[in-house]
């Protein structure tokens, strides 16, 4: 079934969109990333415009964080005020991050920049994905335990001025660090449509020391807020939204999901880590190979 997209302006097949969303839920729910690392290229190699996929994705991201938020401060896993330091961050990031849009939107290299990030970022998150998921099996295979992480915030971040407490997360350390993180999050949200939660959620356990029953759900608070202001700024500025795009993706992430998070109870979470940073990889690639490919159409008319 062929659905026309107004912002987009270009018909697609409803199911296939359906699906794609369902296969990052399915993503999503077997890893616990957010999956708007790879909305973004997946709808770009389908033929949606950067801009458009972009902002679309950054949409659906908030309407699947919202449950996972309801569900964390039911179980009281969500540090409310380092969360909140995190969304101020993020605000001030994604208006940062307009900011950098608009200028490369009006330079004419906002498809070629949006690529070449998404390049160095999968590259980059893939391969220490990989690496780690790698090393801990290697260890298990030779009958060694994996190493003990050590809870302890980066030492950059104890030299930084004007400490707070965060009590649900145990810490007390400078409010300047994590806006710093929320701020560079909220810049990549705006620029690639990502919830962020594949940067936020290590950076929380390894720089700023927060214990892990607590890192998840402040991950997903941050990442709900900042969408929210993301979706905004770009339906007033870049008027990029496709909603029934956003609608479609949001249709099939909500029942892939469910069905990762039943499959991801059964597998070993290091056989899962490595996967997805083949899955990673293989998208930075194909999306390398793309910027020394000819397109089919050299121009375009507005």
């Known amino acids: 079934m062929d659905l026309y997209l107004p912002v987009a302006n270009l018909s697609v097949n409803a199911l296939v969109i ?31 415009p950067p801009t458009v996929a972009v902002a679309s994705a950054a949409t659906q991201v908030t309407g699947a964080s919202v449950s996972g938020v309801m569900a964390y401060l039911d179980r009281d896993a969500v540090d409310l005020r380092m969360g909140s330091v995190l969304v101020a961050g993020g605000l001030l990031g994604s208006l940062i991050g307009a900011g950098l ?62 400490r707070w407490r965060f009590y649900r997360s145990g810490l007390y350390i400078s409010p300047l660090a994590p806006l710093l993180l929320g ?22 356990l390894y720089l700023l020391g927060m214990g892990t029953q607590v890192v998840v759900g402040t991950s997903l608070f941050q990442i709900l807020f900042v969408t929210i202001a993301t979706t905004m700024v770009h339906a007033m500025t870049t008027g990029a939204v496709d909603i029934v795009l956003a609608g479609l993706l949001l249709l099939g992430s909500v029942t892939g999901a469910q069905v990762g998070a039943r499959f991801a109870q059964k597998a070993r979470p290091e056989y899962l880590r490595l996967a997805l940073a083949i899955i990673v990889l293989l998208v930075a690639i194909q ?16």
């Not at 359906?18 to 999503?28: F, K, M, P, R």
């Open 101 to 162: 849009f608009e200028l490369l939107a009006a330079l004419g290299q906002i498809d070629t920049a949006i690529s070449i990030l998404y390049v160095g970022l999968l590259g980059t998150v893939g391969a220490l994905m990989g690496r780690e998921a790698w090393g801990t099996l290697r260890s298990m295979q030779a009958g060694l335990p994996p190493p003990a992480r050590k809870r302890r915030h980066h030492p950059m971040v104890a030299n930084l001025p004007m």
């Open 18 to 48: 359906v699906l794609l969303g369902g296969g990052v839920g399915l993503l999503s729910g077997m890893f616990g990333v957010g999956g708007g690392f790879l909305t973004t290229p997946l709808l770009i190699f389908y033929g949606i």
């Open 183 to 204: 701020m560079a999050v909220g810049i990549l949200t705006m620029l690639l449509g990502v919830g962020g939660g594949f940067i936020l959620v290590p950076a929380m």
């Open 287 to 302: 999306m390398a190979v793309g910027l020394f490919i000819r397109p089919d159409e050299i121009y375009t008319v507005q």
